[in-house]
């Protein structure tokens, strides 16, 4: 059976994947606001203490990490919906 064929079905279908389409969307915008955020306050603090440039860029990007965290489990979530 064709899982088009009852337009209730067709319906769920085509909001899964929107919701899909907008969990991605966001979390790649959130994303990037908080990659911009970190590299921007690690430089800043680079600029303020150059002795500390070594530590606060491991912690920058650990702190990239965590952000970019986020948009990939999205990713893994928006795959279920469309797939499941």
């Known amino acids: 059976m064709n899982i088009f064929h009852n337009k209730r079905r067709t319906l769920q279908v085509e909001l899964g994947l929107l919701a899909a389409g907008i969990a991605a969307g966001l979390a790649a915008i959130g994303a990037g606001i908080g990659d911009g955020l970190v590299?921007?306050?690690?430089?800043?603090?680079?600029?303020?203490n150059p002795e500390m440039s070594n530590r606060l860029q491991t912690t920058m990007f650990i702190?990239?990490?965590l952000v970019e965290a986020l948009p990939i489990i999205s990713i893994v979530?928006?795959?279920m919906l469309m797939f499941l």
Request: charged share 20%; proline share 0%.
């Open 63 to 65: 702190g990239f990490g």
């Open 39 to 48: 590299i921007s306050r690690a430089i800043e603090g680079m600029a303020r």
């Open 77 to 79: 979530i928006a795959f």
